[in-house]
């Protein structure tokens, strides 16, 4: 099986802020990688698929990156609807698909 | 606008079975891979399984805490979603959601329902 590490676990930054989260594979899953927002008690909205293709109608200052082991999402200016969990999953053939185990970000 | 509405959670003891329904709307149900997810209270996201299209075979695949013990399904005739769960353990108490995969293959979930809350306890 495959699996997904993010980091951090938590994230605090403030409004206006610029923060990355990472994300890395036990093996190379080329660019089969998606990324979700989740807010309490709500099911998780898909922000970026294929690494780095931002799904439509999710904000331009999300972004994505990487390739093979080594994942980003970024938010360029962080906005108070932002403050969420988000985690990362790999979809490189059912081994099963796996899911990092979430960072949240909080506000400082 | 895609709608996913999952229903048949609830409290089940050990040992016992329980089916989960997804009524799907919004788009061709026969044409989309589907899977299930899960979330135990407090923790992270979990595969259960996905089920492949007709077109593409039909067959489900399950992730290996659950295998054995689930069976997903689907009727594309009624647009609905199973999952027939038995054996039941207090593990598996969580949030099942089902969801599309979103690009005709293995990929990722790009609509999912608001999720239904199985809790296993005597």
């Known amino acids: 099986d495959i699996q997904m590490t993010q980091s951090p676990s938590t994230l605090s930054a403030s409004v206006g802020d610029r923060v990355t989260i990472t994300c890395r594979a036990s093996?190379?899953?080329?660019?089969?990688l998606a990324w979700y927002q989740q807010k309490p008690g709500k099911a998780p909205k898909l922000l970026i698929y294929k690494a780095s293709s931002l799904k439509s109608g999710v904000p331009s200052r999300f972004s994505g990156g990487g390739s093979g082991t080594e994942f980003t999402l970024t938010i360029s200016s962080l906005q108070p609807d932002d403050f969420a969990t988000y985690y990362c999953q790999q979809y490189n053939g059912f081994s099963p698909y796996s899911f990092g185990q979430g960072t949240k970000l909080e506000i400082k | 606008e895609v709608q996913l509405v999952e229903s048949g959670g609830g409290l089940v003891e050990p040992g016992g079975s329980l089916r989960l329904s997804c009524a799907a709307s919004?788009?061709?149900?026969?044409?989309?891979?589907m899977s299930w997810v899960r979330q135990a209270p407090g923790k992270g996201l979990e595969w259960v399984g996905r089920i492949k299209s007709k077109a593409d075979g039909g067959t489900a695949d399950y992730a290996a805490p659950v295998k054995g013990r689930i069976t997903i399904s689907r009727d594309d005739s009624k647009s609905t979603l199973s999952l027939q769960m038995n054996s039941l353990k207090n593990e598996d108490t969580a949030i099942y959601y089902c969801?599309?995969?979103?690009?005709?293959?293995?990929?990722?979930?790009?609509?999912w329902g608001q999720g239904t809350l199985v809790t296993v306890s005597s």
């Open positions: 969801a599309t995969l979103g690009c005709g293959g293995d990929c990722y979930a790009d609509y």
């Open positions: 919004g788009f061709i149900f026969s044409d989309v891979w």
């Open positions: 093996q190379s899953i080329s660019s089969w």
